[in-house]
């Protein structure tokens, strides 16, 4: 294969998804010296528009320069193509003149190359890059941009911890991940010791009781004077509502261009906060929702998931010349491998964190959640241990 290559980016921007364009591109010129590389702009827009970037006149010092740079340097988009884009799509790779299209992402970019790769009967190779903070593809051990969303959850958390030893009260952040608790499981990954926030952690995969939360909290702050606590944007009640679907009003919900409840808008902060004023009334308390800045912070990159990224890149221009597929970041037991695996066994699916990461009955992390975290986030820093 020595014709032409696309490559886009899907999905929220990370620290390290720039590493997986760079790491496909200098592999198709070592591979296939004399093919163009045609980077589309903002996701499959760029490619139903003709909107490209040609990658193949660029440096390769200054490729490596985008490599390190946090956020998507192609542009993204939130766009989930049916059937009908996706003909528009693949009509605009033939006007190209794809050989291959790499498409950099999560669930949705996955589902998408599927749907490609059936529309478009083997004259194309379709081939699904990860990456997502969420840590929620199927067939991955982890994904490419988790672990360092997953340092500056860690490091937020050691040091709000050490803040409210000093003035105790209640702290409660709120951390990306609509269906998957691995980044807000994240926040226990520095803990000093048993006494350390986070003192409870909420996920998605457990239902959320905005009662048994103030008891819970109530009971931590008797036993260490303070109450660190991390909440996935993400978690819902019994009933299978969103938190904030719960606690919120109907026509005061914040909602985005498609109609869908926000998760990290003001709303659940502002909820939250209410909840434990009446609950726990008296009681300091503060409420924050880190929002977007694990994803893509220049000041947590991680070496390591940097280079996974940049390996992943170059391994999808080897699942390119193999007719396709999805590259999975897999553990064998003593190291990290990359294997290639079909579409079908990603595309739209969701990895939740597993039951055996939480304690059975409480909201806090199990050993085997700790032992996880700790082998990909291992600690980074060396604090002493407050005397308060």
Same mark, same amino acid.
């Given at each position: 294969?020595?014709g032409?290559?696309v490559?886009?980016?899907?999905?929220?921007?990370?620290?390290?998804?720039?590493?997986?364009v760079?790491?496909?591109?200098?592999?198709?010129?070592?591979?296939h010296?004399g093919a163009?590389?045609?980077g589309?702009i903002?996701?499959?827009?760029g490619i139903?528009?003709?909107?490209?970037? =040609?990658?193949?006149?660029?440096?390769?010092?200054?490729?490596?320069?985008?490599?390190?740079?946090p #956020?998507?340097a192609?542009?993204?988009t939130?766009?989930?193509?049916?059937a009908?884009?996706?003909?528009?799509?693949?009509?605009?790779?033939?006007?190209?003149?794809?050989d291959?299209?790499?498409?950099?992402?999560g669930?949705?970019?996955?589902g998408t190359?599927?749907?490609l790769? =059936?529309?478009?009967?083997?004259?194309?190779a379709f081939?699904?890059?990860?990456?997502?903070i969420?840590?929620?593809?199927?067939?991955?051990d982890?994904?490419?941009?988790?672990?360092?969303?997953?340092?500056f959850?860690?490091?937020?958390?050691l040091s709000?911890d050490?803040d409210?030893?000093a003035?105790?009260?209640?702290?409660?952040?709120?951390?990306?991940?609509?269906?998957?608790?691995?980044?807000?499981?994240?926040a226990?990954?520095?803990?000093?010791?048993?006494?350390?926030?986070?003192?409870l952690?909420?996920?998605?995969?457990?239902a959320?009781?905005?009662?048994?939360f103030? =008891?819970?909290v109530?009971?931590?702050?008797d036993?260490h004077k303070?109450?660190?606590?991390?909440? #996935?944007?993400g978690v819902?009640?019994?009933?299978?509502?969103?938190l904030v679907?719960?606690?919120?009003?109907?026509?005061?919900?914040?909602? =985005?261009?498609?109609?869908?409840?926000?998760l #990290?808008?003001?709303?659940?902060p502002?909820a939250l906060?209410?909840?434990?004023?009446?609950?726990?009334?008296g009681?300091?308390?503060r409420v924050?929702?880190l /929002?977007?800045?694990?994803?893509?912070y220049?000041?947590?990159?991680?070496?390591?998931?940097?280079?996974?990224?940049?390996?992943?890149?170059a391994?999808?221009?080897?699942?390119?010349?193999?007719? /396709?597929g999805?590259?999975?970041?897999?553990?064998?037991?003593?190291?990290?491998?990359?294997?290639?695996?079909?579409?079908?066994?990603?595309a739209?699916?969701?990895?939740?964190m597993?039951?055996?990461?939480?304690?059975p009955?409480?909201?806090?992390l199990?050993?085997?959640g700790?032992?996880?975290?700790?082998?990909?986030?291992?600690?980074?820093?060396k604090?002493?241990?407050?005397?308060v």
């Amino acid at each position: 294969m020595a014709g032409t290559f696309v490559i886009a980016q899907g999905g929220g921007p990370t620290a390290v998804i720039n590493q997986t364009v760079v790491g496909a591109t200098l592999e198709i010129r070592k591979r296939h010296p004399g093919a163009k590389v045609l980077g589309s702009i903002h996701g499959v827009r760029g490619i139903r528009d003709g909107n490209y970037v =040609d990658l193949s006149a660029i440096p390769e010092d200054r490729l490596r320069l985008i490599a390190g740079t946090p #956020s998507a340097a192609l542009g993204s988009t939130r766009d989930k193509p049916d059937a009908a884009y996706c003909e528009v799509i693949l009509n605009g790779l033939k006007k190209a003149g794809a050989d291959a299209f790499i498409y950099i992402g999560g669930n949705d970019t996955s589902g998408t190359q599927q749907i490609l790769t =059936d529309a478009a009967g083997g004259s194309i190779a379709f081939v699904h890059a990860p990456k997502t903070i969420d840590n929620d593809l199927e067939e991955n051990d982890h994904t490419p941009g988790f672990i360092s969303a997953a340092e500056f959850v860690a490091g937020a958390f050691l040091s709000v911890d050490l803040d409210f030893r000093a003035l105790p009260g209640i702290y409660v952040g709120i951390v990306m991940g609509r269906h998957a608790g691995f980044l807000t499981a994240a926040a226990a990954a520095w803990q000093l010791d048993p006494d350390s926030g986070p003192h409870l952690v909420y996920v998605p995969e457990r239902a959320f009781s905005a009662k048994r939360f103030i =008891d819970e909290v109530r009971e931590k702050l008797d036993r260490h004077k303070r109450c660190i606590v991390a909440v #996935s944007e993400g978690v819902s009640t019994a009933d299978g509502k969103a938190l904030v679907e719960s606690l919120v009003p109907p026509e005061k919900l914040e909602r =985005d261009q498609h109609g869908n409840v926000k998760l #990290s808008g003001s709303d659940l902060p502002a909820a939250l906060e209410r909840a434990l004023a009446e609950g726990l009334p008296g009681k300091r308390a503060r409420v924050d929702a880190l /929002g977007y800045m694990p994803r893509g912070y220049v000041g947590a990159i991680s070496a390591v998931d940097a280079r996974e990224a940049f390996d992943a890149g170059a391994f999808a221009v080897a699942v390119a010349g193999e007719g /396709g597929g999805s590259v999975a970041i897999q553990y064998d037991g003593s190291k990290t491998v990359l294997k290639k695996v079909p579409l079908k066994a990603v595309a739209g699916k969701t990895r939740h964190m597993p039951d055996d990461f939480m304690q059975p009955d409480a909201n806090q992390l199990s050993e085997a959640g700790m032992a996880y975290l700790k082998r990909l986030v291992p600690e980074k820093y060396k604090v002493g241990k407050p005397f308060v």
